[in-house]
């Protein structure tokens, strides 16, 4: 039963933003997978190199399984998208930003300085995007840029996506191309 759609992307792409007001538009259940890890004890150990926290992934997996096989639609929103069993996923839709707006907003959230460009490499180099197309097949992967465009908008794209099947597919934008364009590549290396 496909009864979900993942919103998914490179942290601070806007991800929870979106998935409220998707599964507020839709009436889905929305569940966030930072708060639903918190919930499940699927929070490891501090890995201070990266800055970040381990994840729990077959405690995340286990919980979401329990709750999507309950029936219902639901928006499940996070960078860990890939989490989501794939039998339940109607679609997956990859929030984009482009690298150097997504520094600026990360340092705005007050990350430090290595995790910003850790996180704008990934999204330079298609991460979240790769993954969910390993998980979930590239025909049901979508893409939408959400680089300066308010939410309204980007959730209108979106709807057309979750209801008509048409948006952009997966690899249709590539930030490598832009920024070489722009000659401000380098600005991430």
């Known amino acids: 039963m496909k009864n979900s759609i993942v919103i998914t992307g490179t942290p601070g792409v806007g991800k929870t933003t979106i998935a409220r007001k998707l599964a507020e538009i839709l009436g889905f259940k929305l569940i966030e997978l930072n708060k639903l890890a918190e919930e499940v004890g699927g929070i490891g150990d501090y890995d201070a190199k990266?800055?970040?926290?381990k994840i729990?992934?077959?405690k995340i997996r286990k919980?979401?399984?329990?709750?999507?096989r309950e029936g219902g639609d639901f928006i499940i929103e996070g960078h860990w998208g890939d989490l989501v069993p794939e039998e339940y996923v109607k679609c997956a839709i990859v929030?984009?930003?482009?690298?150097?707006?997504?520094?600026?907003?990360?340092?705005k959230k007050g990350y430090r300085e290595g995790k910003i460009k850790e996180n704008a490499q990934a999204e330079l180099l298609d991460y979240c995007l790769i993954k969910a197309v390993e998980e979930f097949?590239?025909?049901?992967?979508?893409?939408?840029?959400?680089?300066?465009?308010d939410t309204e908008t980007v959730v209108d794209e979106i709807l057309s996506v979750i209801k008509e099947g048409r948006g952009k597919k997966a690899g249709t934008i590539n930030w490598i191309r832009t920024l070489e364009k722009e000659?401000?590549?380098m600005e991430l290396l």
């Open 63 to 68: 919980k979401l399984h329990a709750l999507l």
């Open 95 to 107: 929030l984009r930003t482009n690298p150097l707006v997504l520094m600026e907003r990360l340092k």
């Open 137 to 149: 097949g590239d025909e049901r992967v979508f893409e939408v840029d959400n680089t300066d465009r």
């Open 183 to 185: 000659g401000r590549i």
């Open 56 to 58: 729990k992934e077959e």
């Open 50 to 53: 990266r800055d970040t926290w």
